[in-house]
């Protein structure tokens, strides 16, 4: 039976698979380090312990071929864990090309294009590695903070008629002769299921977004975690279980994934708690005082984002909500206060009046960034209506949606929260491709 690295146990005879790290050969020893997804150990051949076949296999082995080595564990506090195999036999199940188009030991460096171009071979970098199974552990912990508050995990469509914020930032495509779009998010499909009695749900799905922007946090692809449930009093029922369930995943993660984060170069992911909450009025306050002046309305620019950040920094908080947007920076689902019992022209009047209105609507920042958003949505047909109107959206092309309002439809709220820039924000990575194996960005649709 194979084991990984970091399962061998001195005077074991032993059967491990990997790929050559290192090579070295000093005369009459050879020492290869062998690589595995769990760590390195090191084979040590001399002339006198091992057969010739084995001594001249390791010999003329490249960098990165794939091995197996069968041998006997013995300690060598030489050797960097402290244990070295001494092997009886070496199989090459594949030799490596040379030379390498990348180099896993990380001694000669690559810069990001590079990496990303040959991203099989740079995800055989510890540190690369690292990051998706922090990743993956994160969507484990999450699907655990769910299913315990019963949730119920859903799918929604990819393909799709209508975006759920109009045109922009969606992709087109050919669906048998119709438009239709890639879903750039599960929100009205999210909404709909609220009339279905089904509650409380939650979605970890893959998204498109044709971004205007080429920054180093937008992606064209995206992975989020989303939730929505019915029966809430206001947008702070969303935000405590936003709240718990960022706390939980940093927490976990300190407990269980100690290792990957102290490759990472972390000792433990930082988190104060209560989160602090201030609306977006303050925030302008507060920005003001720094010398960011936004006009009442716009929405937070990267730089008033930032500063905002130091300000929270300074009481020690590296998460933090704003909340209570203006209508007008916020979608057309978003709820504020004054809809019952009127009709669409009342609505429609009423925004006309004020379209700064305040919304039941949040953002939740991650060291000056934004990783996820959220609202109380509205649930009442009519404005609904209203607000698609005064968004300049057609009302025909959100009927199928719309009839879910109709007949019974609980007030209802959630939010949306992008992995990766989740990701890149708990690990401090500089460019959220860092957080996608394979990620899309204007110019890159390969590997
Ligand atoms: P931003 O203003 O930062 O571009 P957004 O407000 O357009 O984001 P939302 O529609 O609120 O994004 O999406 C919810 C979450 O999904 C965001 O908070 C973010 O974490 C993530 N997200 C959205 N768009 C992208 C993107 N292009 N790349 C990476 N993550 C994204
Ligand atoms: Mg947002």
Known sequence: MRKYTNELKPNEEVEVAGWVHEKRIHGKLIFLVLRDREGFVQVTLSKKDVDEETFKIAKKISKESVIKVIGIVRNEPKAPNGIEIVPKKIIVLNKAQTPLPLDPTEKVPANLDTRLDNRFMDLRRPRISAIFKIRSKILNIVREFFHKRGFIEVHTPRIIATGSEGGTELFALDYFGREAFLSQSPQLYKQMLMASGLD???????????????????????????????????????????????????????????????????????????????????????????????????????????????????????????????????????????????????????????????????????????????????????????SLKFKGLRVESFKYYLEAFKYGMPPHGGFGLGIERFLMQLLDLKNIREAVLFPRDRNRLTP
């Open 200 to 386: 409380k749900v939650f979605e970890i799905a893959t998204y498109f977004r044709a971004e205007e922007h080429n920054t180093v946090w937008h992606l064209n692809e995206i992975t989020a975690i989303d939730c929505e449930v019915a029966f809430i009093d206001s947008h702070e029922d969303v935000m405590k279980i936003l709240e718990e369930l960022v706390v939980t995943v940093i927490n976990r993660l300190n407990e269980t994934s100690k290792k990957e984060l102290s490759i990472l170069g972390i000792d433990e992911i930082y988190v104060k708690t209560p989160f602090p909450r201030i609306s977006y009025d303050k925030a302008l306050e507060i920005l003001n005082d720094f010398g960011i002046k936004l006009k009442y309305g716009e929405d937070l620019t990267t730089e008033a984002e930032k500063k905002l950040y130091e300000y929270f920094k300074q009481e020690g908080y590296d998460i933090y909500f704003i909340k209570d947007y203006p209508y007008i920076t916020r979608p057309f689902y978003t709820y504020f206060e004054g809809l019952e019992d009127k009709q669409p022209e009342e609505i429609l009047e009423m925004l006309k009046e004020n379209p700064k209105i305040k919304t039941r609507s949040f953002d939740l920042d991650y060291k000056g960034r934004e990783i996820s958003s959220g609202s109380q949505r509205i649930h009442i047909y009519n404005a609904l209506v209203a």
